[in-house]
Structures are given as structure tokens and as C-alpha cells.
């Protein structure tokens, strides 16, 4: 989401995403910016938790792109920041707070076809092998067809389907 706003705010609108991580690839990490927004209050918060645009959405990706711009950063450095920001948080998360890293991350949505995300993510996790959904036939772009189908499905039988401390549901669900 973030990488994607930062793509759209470059090029005035033309891009709607980094296509593959091209432009990204082709930047340099500002470390001074990632790790100010990588001070976010979210990643302290243990989990379950849940977040989208209303953490990282138009103000946080503003913000973002206006310390970009006040450092003269190029739109593949800002861009190539904005995918280590988004690499970066999410193995910072696991390191922090899964029991023990696991075996393997399988990735699905737009960001697993961003090669230079998907990079950046086996670098900060050296320890696991990157897998995409499509490996095992779901293809990564079905991930909110599969995932309301899971719902649904749980629904059905009457099996819990969310975590109210995470997604801000009164109650559970059956």
C-alpha cells in the first residue's frame, strides 16, 4: 500500500505501483528515513493486531514522501526506502514477536510480484525460504477471494473467524 501511494505521488498519478520493483531496484536505501518511520507506534503493539489505511494510508505516506523530498531524494531512492520500509517491518515483527522464526514465508497480493520487496525480504530473513502462494496453486492475487472464501466457509461450520483484540470486532463470531 505504502509502495504503491509512493509510485502513484512520483509520477503524478501514471503509475498506480512500482511494477516488479524496477524503479526501486534501481535506488538507494535512505537508513535515516527508514528508521524514523520505522519509530511508528504500530510496531511496538504486540500482537494479534491488524492495520491499513488508517495507519499507513494518504497522512503516514505524505509524511513519508515529504521527508523524501526534503532530502532531495530520487524517486528510486524514495521508492527503494518505501520497499525497505516495508521489508524491514515486517521481519522486525517476526524477530520480535514469533516464538522462533519460521521455516518458510509464503507471500500473496500485489507485493509478492515486487521482486525488489521480495529481495529485501530474504535478506532480513535469511533464515526462511520465501515462498509466493502461488507455489502451492493459490494464485497471489486471489488473496481476498480466498481469504473471504476462508471466512465464509468458517461462518458455515460456526468456527470462530476473528480476532476481536485485532480487528476491532465487538464480539467474536459464533
Request: aromatic share 8%; with cysteine.
Amino acid at each position: 500500500m505504502i509502495i504503491d501511494r509512493i509510485a502513484n505521488i512520483l509520477s503524478k498519478g501514471k503509475l498506480n505501483f512500482d511494477k516488479d520493483g524496477k524503479l526501486a531496484a534501481k535506488g538507494r536505501i535512505d537508513t535515516t528515513i527508514l528508521n524514523a518511520m520505522l519509530r511508528h507506534p504500530f510496531f511496538l503493539r504486540k500482537p494479534p493486531k491488524s492495520t491499513g489505511r488508517e495507519e499507513f494510508g494518504l497522512s503516514f505516506c505524505n509524511l513519508f514522501y515529504k521527508k523524501a523530498k526534503n532530502k532531495s531524494l530520487s524517486p528510486q531512492d524514495t521508492l527503494a526506502t518505501a520497499t525497505a520500509f516495508t521489508a524491514v517491518s515486517i521481519s522486525r515483527s517476526y524477530k520480535q514477536f514469533l516464538p522462533k522464526m519460521p521455516d518458510e514465508v509464503i507471500l500473496c497480493g500485489g507485493g509478492a510480484h515486487n521482486k525488489t520487496l521480495v529481495k529485501l525480504l530474504q535478506q532480513n530473513l535469511p533464515e526462511a525460504t520465501i515462498l509466493l502462494s502461488d507455489d502451492f496453486g493459490i494464485n497471489c492475487d486471489a488473496k481476498e477471494a480466498v481469504s473471504f472464501a476462508v471466512l465464509a466457509y468458517a461462518t458455515i461450520k460456526g468456527l470462530f473467524n476473528n480476532v476481536p483484540s485485532a480487528t476491532g470486532a465487538v464480539k467474536k463470531l459464533f
